[in-house]
């Protein structure tokens, strides 16, 4: 009997979404390389491409961007709930919570997808994301700005100020590059309960939760801290010789399908680097230590397939949009769920129940001791 521990190598379906070559380190959304979708694109068009499978005519871009920008705005239940959450409470629950109120709203029962909550789930989850943030902050929360796009209003809700023209193209770019990436654990936690005709809000909670650990979406948080912690470059060597030497992961290294650099990382680390150099301070201080964790870190892993993953920089370019670290997996999630939604609808068309098996090793046939007789 083999077991594919951790389903490695194991297709569950068949999907035109996503292409990773994990040898050469490319990714494809719809066939479109994602140097071109960052360089020519912005995530509204590269979500529609997802979501739909082929680039927007004028006609069906503004359509969509229209309806985005309408649907941001939280119900009062939301603003409640939020204003209700402790202050330390950790964001990624926050935001499965908030969504969770979403689907109650909606009473959704089974699986029913509208195209006005596919909107919702896009359009809200940066309203949803930087009123908890402001309230964190002791601040008044910002209502979105309709004039204004997607990663833009993001930044402003966020930051109380618009961004910068290069503040704008950093967030978007990070945003395009966490749209999607093919089978991950948060997709496929998502697909499970979609599989079952369970509702959308359902599904794409499963995919919040998932992504929340330090394994997959949670990394970003943890390399930044592992930055924090190192505190100065003069530390690198020694502080990851260390942790390796103690069995300790370096955070926002290795992938399971990528055996070289990540391509959303080289595209993430141009950004950090010039965010770096436009803020320096503490943020050049961490780009340095990440550049250097980087290269360390590779001497001793790069043999063993093991590089920055796109968790790596983008924590630094996170850092320097005015993003509190814990808040970072919230930010992915923002990005993520439209590749979810995509995945979702592309399994359900053809859907199957995902049951797979487990091979029993224990003892059958033992007999019942009542239990003053054990
Ligand atoms: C958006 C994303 O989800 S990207 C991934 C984000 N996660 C991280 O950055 C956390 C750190 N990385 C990891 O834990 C892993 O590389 C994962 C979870 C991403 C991939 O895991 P898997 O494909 O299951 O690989 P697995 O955990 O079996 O590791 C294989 C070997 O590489 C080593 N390894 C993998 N990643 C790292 C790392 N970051 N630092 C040090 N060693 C590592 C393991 O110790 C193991 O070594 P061994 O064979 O000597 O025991
Ligand atoms: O593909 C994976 O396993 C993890 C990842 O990089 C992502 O979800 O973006």
Not at 174 to 190: C, Q, R, V, Y
Not at 220 to 227: G, H, I, P, S
Not at 330 to 353: M, P, Q
Request: aromatic fraction near 12%.
């Amino acid at each position: 009997m083999e077991i594919k521990k951790g389903l490695e190598d194991v297709y569950v379906k068949e999907t035109e979404i996503t292409y990773i070559d994990g040898e050469l380190g490319r990714l494809y959304y719809r066939g479109y390389s994602i140097y071109d979708l960052a360089e020519f694109s912005n995530f509204e068009e590269t979500s529609y491409l997802i979501l739909y499978g082929k680039l927007p005519n004028i006609y069906e871009y503004e359509n969509f961007v229209k309806s985005l920008r309408e649907s941001r705005g939280i119900s009062d239940r939301v603003k409640e709930f939020l204003k209700s959450v402790k202050k330390n409470a950790d964001p990624m629950d926050v935001l499965r919570t908030a969504v969770s109120i979403m689907g109650l709203e909606e009473n959704t029962h089974t699986y029913n997808v509208s195209e006005q909550s596919i909107i919702n789930l896009i359009s809200k989850f940066p309203t949803i994301i930087s009123y908890y943030i402001r309230l964190r902050r002791d601040l008044e929360p910002v209502e979105p700005d309709t004039s204004l796009s997607h990663a833009a209003n993001f930044l402003y809700m966020v930051n109380g100020t618009k961004p910068s023209e290069e503040e704008y193209k950093a967030m978007d770019v990070a945003m395009i590059l966490h749209i999607d990436h093919e089978m991950n654990a948060s997709t496929f936690a998502s697909l499970v309960v979609a599989s079952t005709l369970s509702d959308i809000y359902s599904s794409i909670i499963a995919g919040i939760s998932a992504l929340k650990g330090p394994l997959h979406g949670g990394a970003n948080y943890e390399a930044l801290k592992m930055f924090k912690e190192i505190g100065y470059i003069e530390n690198v060597e020694k502080y990851i010789l260390n942790r390796l030497a103690n069995k300790q992961r370096i955070m926002g290294f290795g992938h399971r399908v990528y055996k070289t650099y990540d391509p959303r990382a080289r595209i993430l680390k141009a950004y950090a680097k010039l965010l770096a150099e436009k803020k320096g301070g503490e943020i050049k201080r961490l780009y340095e230590i990440a550049e250097k964790v980087e290269e360390i870190g590779i001497k001793h892993l790069g043999p063993k397939g093991i590089y920055p993953n796109v968790d790596f920089y983008s924590s630094i370019v996170f850092y320097a949009l005015g993003f509190e670290p814990e808040f970072f997996p919230t930010v992915f999630a923002s990005a993520r769920v439209t590749g979810w939604i995509a995945h979702i609808l592309e399994y359900v068309k053809d859907n199957k129940i995902i049951r797979p098996k487990a091979y029993y090793k224990g003892e059958i046939g033992r007999k019942y001791i009542p239990i003053d007789s054990r």
